[in-house]
T-cell receptor
Framework: DGGITQSPKYLFRKEGQNVTLSCEQN?????MYWYRQDPGQGLRLIYY???????QKGDIAEGYSVSREKKESFPLTVTSAQKNPTAFYLC???????????????FGEGSWLTVV | AQSVAQPEDQVNVAEGNPLTVKCTYS??????LFWYVQYPNRGLQFLLK??????LVKGSYGFEAEFNKSQTSFHLKKPSALVSDSALYFC???????????????FGTGTQLKVEL
């Protein structure tokens, strides 16, 4: 089936640890995104990538890092610098990111990260 | 800057009654508008979008939305609600004039829809 796969679904992080969330898509989409969801705050953009080997900071990039070595993969690392990482993380992709693009963004099933 | 507001945190409706989930937006150019639905512990599912053309947009699961430029609104509607429609609904906007920066959407804070028997 075509889609966006996030893993793991649940992840626990100890203080001072870095953790990496996986995101893979087989939709042949050019653009990929990471959003963070907190209750009552909607979704906030962490990082996005329009093309392989390129990515841009979103609205809340501090304490996070990403890579885009392959078109289908966009892993997110939550570093120890992120002071409040407990949240629901959503990976997404879209066909393109042209300036006049109204392309739909499609989402994965999400990953829960909890600090213990 | 682009922004979107969902003025109701929760909407309650009886099954079989029509439902409306409200959304207003602010952009400097023309808007691209989207509705998504989220079930507990799941990702967002795309329902429908307005890019251009007919102001009434039809989407998945019997939902529709009406674009109203003068009121800067894009309310989500369904003629007859089902208990299974109970979920969290998000409105999102992108300014069509926005150059660079990718296809970045700005999301509302979400409206919890509860449909009761």
């Amino acid at each position: 089936d075509g889609g966006i796969t996030q893993s793991p679904k649940y992840l626990f992080r100890k203080e001072g640890q870095n953790v990496t969330l996986s995101c893979e898509q087989n939709l042949n989409h050019d653009a990929m995104y990471w959003y963070r969801q907190d209750p009552g705050q909607g979704l906030r953009l962490i990082y996005y990538s329009q093309i392989v080997n390129d990515f841009q900071k979103g609205d809340i990039a501090e304490g996070y890092s990403v890579s885009r070595e392959k078109k289908e993969s966009f892993p997110l690392t939550v570093t120890s610098a992120q002071k409040n990482p407990t949240a629901f993380y959503l990976c997404a992709s879209s066909p393109g990111t042209g300036a006049l693009s109204g392309n739909t963004i499609y989402f994965g099933e999400g990953s829960w990260l909890t600090v213990v | 800057a682009q922004s979107v507001a969902q003025p109701e945190d929760q909407v309650n409706v009886a099954e079989g009654n029509p439902l409306t989930v409200k959304c207003t937006y602010s952009v400097s150019g023309n808007p691209y508008l989207f509705w998504y639905v989220q079930y507990p512990n799941r990702g967002l599912q795309f329902l429908l979008k307005y890019i251009t053309g007919d102001n009434l947009v039809k989407g998945s699961y019997g939902f529709e939305a009406e674009f109203n430029k003068s009121q800067t609104s894009f309310h989500l509607k369904k003629p007859s609600a089902l208990v299974s429609d109970s979920a969290l609904y998000f409105c999102a906007v992108r300014d069509s004039r926005r150059t660079g920066g990718g296809n970045k959407l700005t999301f509302g804070t979400g409206t919890q829809l509860k449909v009761e028997l």
